[in-house]
């Protein structure tokens, strides 16, 4: 998520990957893939850097997510009781 600015609100936070596109009118308006606009505060260049740096720390934390032990034991199946 990046944090942007209503112009006449509060900041809150948004998913990157919802942003269709970034115009400056001069204010700086986003719209999202559904539709949905918002007049931010931020320039559009603020928008694309917040972008990139969120985009470089979900790229930075996967490199050091852990892949899961293998089990101890093989699995295997169990027998159950046969339908009737």
Do not use: C, W
């Amino acid at each position: 998520m990046i944090i942007v600015t209503r112009l006449n609100g509060p900041p809150f936070a948004l998913n990157p990957d919802l942003i269709e596109r970034a115009d400056a009118t001069p204010d700086t308006v986003l719209t999202l893939v559904d539709g949905t606009k918002y007049l931010i505060a931020e320039s559009v260049e603020e928008v694309i850097e917040a972008v990139r740096q969120y985009r470089a720390s979900v790229i930075a934390l996967a490199q050091h997510i852990e892949t899961a032990p293998a089990p101890a034991r093989p699995l295997h199946v169990v027998p159950g009781e046969p339908e009737a």
